[in-house]
């Protein structure tokens, strides 16, 4: 089992920045790919970035490439979700998730968060 915790969530300005964390504990933590998906109200939850344990490969949602990094930690068990120039519409609730290969797809991902709200004021 492993256990997510999220923080960081908070209201910005547009312009501004934001960084998440997600704590992990439980299982080993090094092991997990790690990603991070958002869900805004009335939507599904959508893809924001990927990581595997070792750092070798990352995934970015397209729309997010140059704004958005997903640094981790292993020796804090955490993973961070830098977002800068944030936008109005990156307005969600995001959530972190425990996969056991990396993947941009939700349902590839065994465990999760409770989630952080982010609100982007315009």
């Known amino acids: 089992q492993v256990r997510l915790v999220e923080s960081g969530g908070g209201l910005v300005q547009a312009g501004g920045s934001l960084r998440l964390s997600c704590e992990a504990s439980?299982?080993?933590?090094?092991?997990?790919?790690m990603g991070w998906f958002r869900q805004a109200p009335g939507k599904e939850r959508d893809f924001v970035a990927a990581i595997t344990w070792n750092d070798r490969r990352i995934y970015y949602a397209d729309s997010l490439v140059g704004r958005f990094t997903i640094p981790r930690d292993n020796a804090k068990n955490t993973v961070y979700l830098q977002m800068n120039s944030l936008k109005p519409e990156d307005t969600a609730v995001y959530y972190c998730?425990?996969?056991?290969?990396?993947?941009?797809?939700?349902?590839?991902?065994?465990?999760w968060g409770q989630g952080t709200q982010v609100t982007v004021s315009s």
């Open positions: 998730g425990a996969a056991r290969s990396i993947s941009t797809k939700a349902y590839d991902y065994a465990y």
């Open positions: 439980g299982r080993t933590f090094n092991n997990f790919p």
